[in-house]
Nanobody, 127 residues
Framework: QVPLVESGGGLVQPGGSLTLSCTPS???????????IGWFRQAPGKEREFVAG????????YYGDSLQGRFTISRDAAANTVYLQMNNLLPEDTAVYYC?????????????????WGQGTQVTVSS
């Protein structure tokens, strides 16, 4: 069983919005104060891309360079859930979106350093 579960993906028209959620699949999965939870995406034929990340302890946020301020990451510590609010979606945002956990915030952009991944949720932006 995958340790994290993403939800909220779907089909949306250009300019629309979606909110993705990421939560542990089991109550035994602990998010520690030193951890960072990141969102990544991968479109067909393209490399995996860092989208956003949030540190659990001090709520510091990181964003990928290509997002142009359209996405917002947030977390609800009590609910053990991380959200990705996506606005003004573009066709090039179409991808499978994954969340993952890394033990610390160093090299937060490097997906190979994350050790726990979800199964992904498909986001399709099309008219």
């Amino acid at each position: 069983q995958v340790p994290l579960v993403e939800s909220g993906g779907g089909l949306v028209q250009p300019g629309g919005s979606l909110t993705l959620s990421c939560t542990p699949s089991e109550s035994t999965f602990v998010i520690y104060s030193s951890n960072i939870i990141g969102w990544f995406r991968q479109a067909p034929g393209k490399e995996r891309e860092f989208v956003a990340g949030v540190t659990w302890r001090n709520y510091k946020k990181y964003y990928g360079d290509s997002l142009q301020g359209r996405f917002t990451i947030s977390r609800d510590a009590a609910a053990n859930t991380v959200y990705l609010q996506m606005n003004n979606l573009l066709p090039e945002d179409t991808a499978v979106y994954y969340c993952a956990r890394k033990w610390d915030a160093d090299t937060w952009y490097d997906g190979s350093k994350y050790d726990s991944w979800g199964q992904g949720t498909q986001v399709t932006v099309s008219s």
